[in-house]
């Protein structure tokens, strides 16, 4: 007898399907957040398999902070492209020189973008978000729901959660009030990875591995760019690496590796024990809480 039992991929990405068709069907006017990295990827390519043969019926937004590596905004536009898909930028640098925030001493613009960002969600009236955000990433992540209720502030409140019993979201909101959804909640790190491999799914080229002009702070291999020159008394190395997660290029390392292919990148992720924000991300070492109270302000 034939088995219909769904596969761990196919059962995780029905799953998402699911999620953003409720979003569709309960909410007013949604958006997909879309940075071009390979959360977001996966998830615009889920969402073209949701409402296929249809085109995706909302548009992407990306905030972008002036600080992403040239090949992975390629990457996002050429997505935009094929699939047809309204592109939203909300842009950072734009919202400095307008003085709606000022930068920061340090050189992050994580915290900075949020303003940006709730600006963005109120001036297009988006009242629900999809994010690439997953459990696994990150302890702030992981306590939180799929369907994240934001208050008319844009803020997440992780003592005031709504339930979601047996796989039933609430995404009731008033006036002003949002819901970040998060179709992503489930997958592992190895999932995106295997999904991509089985999809054969275009990505920006930071994910392989090549040689590359890199130097050690703190620990992590930062590649040397015009986003992170070279500091004094700072020697530069070569070395083959890659990137596991993409943000600004001034704050996010990368990795050493041999992986130059989807299946090496599968079998090299399948051996690790360190997430990849917390291999990778600089703005996550702020402190052990960093990404719940950027949360708690608004952010993603």
């Known amino acids: 007898m034939k088995s219909h039992v769904l596969s761990q991929l196919r059962s995780l990405e029905a799953e998402a399907i699911h999620i953003m068709r409720e979003v569709v069907a309960e909410m007013q006017r949604p958006v997909l957040m879309f940075s071009g990295g390979k959360d977001s990827i996966v ?14 019926p ?11 590596f040239q ?11 094929r699939l047809g898909v309204q592109l939203v930028v909300a842009s950072v640098p734009e919202a400095i020189d307008r003085g709606l925030v000022q930068e920061e001493p340090n050189g992050s613009r994580n915290r900075i973008q949020t303003p940006v960002l ?5 001036k297009h009236g988006f009242d629900a978000a ?11 992540r992981a306590k939180e729901r799929v369907f994240s209720f934001r208050d008319d502030f844009g803020q997440w409140d992780p003592k005031n959660q709504r339930p979601e019993i047996w796989n039933l979201y609430n995404g009731r909101v008033h006036m002003g009030e949002s819901i970040r959804v998060f179709p992503l909640s489930n ?24 040689e590359r002009e890199v130097v050690n702070r703190g ?3 930062y590649e ?3 986003f992170t020159p070279l500091k004094d008394g700072e020697t530069p190395e070569v070395k083959l690496t890659r990137y596991r997660t993409v943000g600004d290029a001034n704050l996010t390392a990368c990795v050493e590796s041999e992986a130059t292919t989807m299946r090496q990148i599968v079998e090299e992720v399948a051996a690790v024990r360190l997430t990849e924000r917390g291999a990778t991300r600089g703005d996550d070492k702020v402190s052990e809480a960093a990404m719940e109270d950027r949360k708690k302000e608004g952010y993603f």
């Open 187 to 210: 997958w592992t790190e190895l999932d995106i990875w295997s999904y991509i491999e089985a999809e054969e799914i275009d990505l920006p080229d930071l994910y392989l591995a090549r």
């Open 58 to 68: 909302f548009p992407i937004l990306h905030v972008d902070t002036g600080l992403n």
């Open 118 to 122: 709730l600006e963005a969600l109120e």
């Open 130 to 140: 999809f994010g690439g955000g997953r459990r696994d990433e990150e302890k702030a």
């Open 71 to 81: 090949t992975v905004l390629d990457c996002r536009d050429r997505w935009a492209t």
């Open 219 to 221: 620990g992590m291999l």
């Open 43 to 56: 998830m615009l390519h889920l969402a073209s398999k949701a409402f296929a043969p249809a085109r995706i």
């Open 224 to 226: 040397v760019n015009e």
